[in-house]
């Protein structure tokens, strides 16, 4: 989805990559902090802090995946790998999202591992009380509450039909993520925090917070540079999210370092805006104030849809 060759690193930070290595060690040295102390402290400080934290683990994850900071594969995968979010193993993680970039056509059902959209064929087998969970997951609120539970459920039934086909290369990554997970688990419980406070004050909070970005991230649209969203949002979305939410950029340019999105997307806006169809917030509020109660869109994908 490239429209022309990208923007080269100059600056020697830039090209080492420092803001984002910064943030690796930032992530994970401030999450065994507040793990340390989560049970002298109250869970109304730690769990919003924890999920924070875990949102952008994520972002760094999808960085990761995207063959940054280093110019080592293995490196990069191995900074990846500890399971903060616990439900998702980070090879999963890692074919998927690719997946979903190498897709022709962002958003179609069944193309796309990241479509939140239903065939009207599918949509119309489905029960009253399914189709009502995936239109209240079409709103703001609703994404963010019942959103992280159909995602990791969604995810995790996929996953059991997959290990039920004996692929070695599946069972090899469930392996490792569960003997990380079950580490860590260990470690959390000598630290006085429960799995279930882990669960609940941590994971549920942090995926909210990613879904949160990925709620009007993509439509149905003519092409796949309109089926992309620019929410401009604040400094802190943005570094939160390590600019994920310029997503335009992002599906053009999906090897440019997160730190050079931005200026990219403010040097580029017109044309930008002209490729995407207009499809732009200025920020998170301005998306909430739309959205929180009412369906971004419908969750029935369009019959027709053409590149």
Not at 18 to 32: E, F, K, M, N, R
Not at 58 to 83: C, D, F, T, V
Not at 185 to 192: F, V, Y
Not at 208 to 225: D, F, K, Q
Request: charged share 15%; with cysteine.
């Amino acid at each position: 989805m490239q429209h022309s060759s990208d923007p080269k690193l100059n600056p020697l930070w830039q090209r080492h990559h420092w803001p984002t290595w910064a943030l690796v060690v930032g992530v994970y040295g401030s999450w065994v902090v507040l793990m340390i102390y989560a049970s002298l402290l109250s869970w109304w400080l730690v769990s919003p802090l924890c999920a924070l934290l875990l949102c952008l683990h994520g972002s760094i994850q999808h960085e990761l995946i995207h063959g940054h900071p280093s110019p080592w594969k293995r490196l990069n995968e191995a900074l990846g790998w500890p399971p903060l979010s616990l439900w998702i193993p980070y090879f999963q993680y890692r074919d998927h999202h690719r997946l979903h970039h190498q897709t022709s056509v962002l958003t179609q059902p069944g193309l796309d591992p990241e479509s939140y959209y239903h065939w009207p064929s599918n949509w119309h087998s489905m029960g009253r009380l399914v189709q009502a969970l995936w239109r209240i997951n079409h709103t703001f609120i609703g994404r963010m509450i019942i959103g992280p539970w159909l995602v990791m459920g969604l995810f995790l039934h996929s996953e059991v039909k997959q290990l039920a086909k004996g692929k070695v290369y599946d069972w090899k990554n469930w392996g490792l993520h569960l003997v990380l997970v079950t580490a860590m688990m260990i470690w959390l419980h000598s630290q006085g925090v429960l799995w279930w406070q882990y669960l609940v004050y941590c994971v549920w909070p942090g995926l909210s917070l990613t879904l949160a970005r990925s709620y009007a991230e993509h439509r149905p649209g003519n092409n796949n540079h309109e089926r992309c969203a620019i929410v401009e949002g604040s400094w802190f979305t943005r570094l939160l999210f390590m600019n994920v939410n310029i997503h335009q950029v992002h599906h053009e340019f999906p090897q440019m370092p997160w730190f050079m999105v931005y200026p990219h997307w403010q040097q580029h806006r017109q044309a930008i805006l002209q490729r995407n169809g207009g499809y732009y917030y200025r920020g998170y509020w301005s998306l909430i104030k739309q959205t929180l109660w009412r369906q971004k869109d419908s969750p029935i994908y369009p019959k027709r849809q053409h590149d």
